[in-house]
């Protein structure tokens, strides 16, 4: 069973702190890795899409793969209120086809 | 404006009647897929498809049916709706070069 791994949370940060979320994933094989933002009720948006080893940077935010880890995670600079949403890291198999394992998600909180 | 839709948004059935929860895209997009999201697991993939008659499983295909035959369209059929397919569906698409996927607003589904 291919999986994806984050912590649930909640993580809470003040407003204006580094928020930093993790990953791990167990298919070796992977290629394709991203974080969506999903607000309650609402439907998932991609942050970031991160394909090979380093960092990418967006704005306030940073993606991070370590493939030999099997390790992608998220920085977010400057935090606002207005991120305060769930997080959701998504890898695709390298099966060729267009097969996506989600990790449950990571709740952040900004406090004001 | 380029969207995913999907309908019904909300829908409570009962037990073995028959439900199509239509999908449609219009961004010309090659792949669609479907997942469904349950609180703790996050999203998790029922069918994909590469493109016009190509489908493939996901990981929780039991109990769903989809087809593609035209391009803008992926419905998902529940022949036989039970309680524990009660969830929050989502549709998404992409294009065949880039692999970040969009999503529709979410269909609720509650089968008595």
């Known amino acids: 069973q291919k999986e994806v791994e984050q912590n649930s949370g909640p993580l809470s940060v003040p407003e204006g702190a580094i928020a930093s979320l993790n990953c791990t994933y167990s298919?070796?094989?992977?290629?394709?890795f991203f974080w969506y933002r999903q607000y309650s009720g609402k439907s998932p948006e991609l942050i970031m899409s991160?394909?090979?080893?380093g960092d990418k940077e967006d704005g306030r935010f940073t993606a991070q793969l370590n493939k030999a880890s099997q390790y992608v995670s998220l920085l977010i600079r400057d935090s606002q209120p207005s991120d305060s949403a769930t997080y959701l890291c998504?890898?695709?198999?390298?099966?060729?086809?267009?097969?996506?394992?989600f990790g449950a998600g990571t709740r952040l909180f900004v406090k004001a | 404006e380029a969207q995913v839709t999907q309908n019904p948004r909300y829908l409570i059935t009962v037990t073995g009647k028959k439900l199509t929860v239509t999908c449609s895209q219009n961004?010309?997009?090659?792949?669609m897929s479907w997942y469904r999201q349950d609180p703790g697991l996050g999203l998790r993939q029922i069918y994909y498809?590469?493109?016009?008659?190509?489908?493939d499983k996901g990981d929780v295909p039991e109990g769903y049916k989809v087809s593609r035959k035209e391009k803008r369209n992926f419905p998902l059929i529940l022949e036989s709706p039970s309680p524990n397919q009660t969830s929050l569906y989502f549709c998404?698409?992409?294009?065949?070069?880039?692999?970040?996927?969009?999503f529709g607003p979410g269909t609720r589904l509650t089968v008595l």
């Open positions: 998404a698409s992409s294009t065949s070069g880039v692999r970040e996927q969009f």
């Open positions: 298919d070796r094989g992977s290629q394709s």
């Open positions: 991160i394909y090979s080893n």
């Open positions: 998504a890898v695709q198999l390298n099966t060729g086809g267009f097969k996506t394992i």
């Open positions: 961004m010309n997009h090659e792949y």
């Open positions: 498809s590469m493109n016009v008659e190509v489908t």
